[in-house]
């Protein structure tokens, strides 16, 4: 069965500091990786996508970027960090073809 | 604009009653809709989808309608648990995204079940 892990689950960082969250599946190949992120009282926003190892889409200008060093792998990242960086970020996947999301458990970063 | 609006925003129930939360679109053309339960600091679990076509999914005691006319979709709890309590967020996945997802979020209904 397919599973998806994120880490770190909470993250306190100070403001100008660098970042990484990471997100992996396992149990499926080729699969669409996605990064939202979440501000209390909103709708998931849609931060970047990726259709395969290095295609990565962004969906809004920001201070974030993402990478796909592997078929699984995504990895959100930022140089600096600013104190709007701050909610919960979630990683998801779905199959090529398929509509179904599949989210990772969340990852609570909060920037001082 | 494609926008999903979800109402009530919030919503307070006794543990045994049933409740209905709303989702009205105006993604169009649509490939499904789903809604999604979130629990507090968690990821989005999928609790039904459903196609264009369809009118009503059932998973156990949550039932999704879709009125595709009126652009509006309901999830129905029956007989709430405290474990109920939660978010609930409705997804419309819109037609002709080249293969990649963009789908639409609804900004959710907080649920909470009271004993």
């Known amino acids: 069965s397919q599973t998806i892990h994120q880490w770190p689950a909470t993250l306190v960082q100070p403001v100008g500091s660098p970042l990484s969250l990471e997100c992996t599946v396992e149990?499926?190949?080729?699969?669409?990786l996605y990064w939202y992120r979440q501000a209390a009282g909103r709708g998931l926003q849609l931060l970047f996508y990726?259709?395969?190892?290095?295609?990565i889409s962004s969906e809004v200008p920001q201070n974030l970027s993402a990478s796909r060093p592997q078929d699984r792998q995504f990895i959100l990242s930022s140089k600096k960090l600013l104190l709007s960086d701050s909610g919960f970020y979630l990683c998801a996947w779905s199959a090529q073809g398929s509509g179904e999301l599949f989210f990772g458990e969340g990852s609570r970063l909060t920037v001082l | 604009k494609n926008q999903v609006e979800q109402s009530p925003q919030s919503l307070i129930i006794l543990e045994g009653k049933n409740c209905t939360l709303q989702?009205?679109?105006?993604?169009?053309?649509?490939?499904?809709l789903r809604w999604y339960k979130q629990d507090t600091g968690r990821g989005p679990v999928s609790l039904t989808i459903?196609?264009?076509?369809?009118n009503t999914k059932s998973n156990g005691r949550y039932t999704a309608t879709l009125d595709a006319d009126t652009k509006q979709s309901s999830l129905h709890i029956t007989a709430s648990q405290l474990s109920d309590s939660a978010s609930y967020i409705c997804?419309?996945?819109?037609?002709?995204?080249?293969?990649?997802?963009?789908?639409?979020f609804g900004t959710g209904t907080r649920l909470k079940v009271l004993a």
């Open positions: 149990g499926t190949s080729n699969p669409n």
């Open positions: 989702c009205n679109y105006t993604v169009s053309p649509f490939s499904n």
């Open positions: 990726s259709i395969g190892i290095g295609q």
């Open positions: 459903m196609t264009f076509s369809e």
């Open positions: 997804v419309v996945n819109p037609l002709g995204s080249s293969g990649t997802y963009k789908y639409i």
